[in-house]
């Protein structure tokens, strides 16, 4: 069997593309449904959810935003009910807010293949973008290959899918010589902008 041909016998037909490999992102997914910890509340007390939502759980300046008194509010924080409705509303947002197992992956891929950062020129003070640092790139790489099991401990498996696996060392000295290099680098580009500064400096005469 060539090795891109698919063995059916071997083949996963449980596995449900909805789902994440990452079971904290499925537990997520399924804390959505807010309703019935919602349901249950009167309308002063689901106001006051919404307003701690809003506030970041400052109780005073959401007792203030629901026109609630201060003690009537701290009554409120007493309740289960409430508690749990805040909660499951963080919950929900959560899903929405919180990078998934497949985003991060994809972040780590888009630093490797497209990186760029954002820094100031500092002759013109605009916005400008630049290529991602190698060694940012490098770390990336690092990340990705510990996560599909490739690299361990500084350890590269090679042939990690086969029933013979072959160890390389990676040299600590390569690391060096990789930030010796962009080092250098950077340095050249601070004397270059340096030059170009100096070139622009205005001499005032005393009077």
Known sequence: MSNYEVDKTSED?????????????????????????????????????????????NVPAATEKAGLSASYGKNLMKDIRVRRAYTALWNQQSFWKVISHAEALAGLSDIIRYGTDTVINPKTGELVEVPTLNRDKMKAYEMLLKHHKILSDGKLDVNHNTNQ????????????EMKAYEMGIHNKELERMRKDISNHVIEVEPE
């Open 165 to 176: 696996t072959i160890i390389v060392d990676i040299d600590d000295h390569l690391d060096d």
């Open 13 to 57: 037909t449980t596995r449900n593309i909805s789902l994440s490999i990452s079971e904290a992102d499925n537990q997520r997914m399924h804390e959505t449904d807010v309703a019935p910890y919602l349901e249950c509340l009167t309308q002063k007390q689901l106001i006051f959810v919404y307003a701690l939502m809003e506030s970041n759980l």
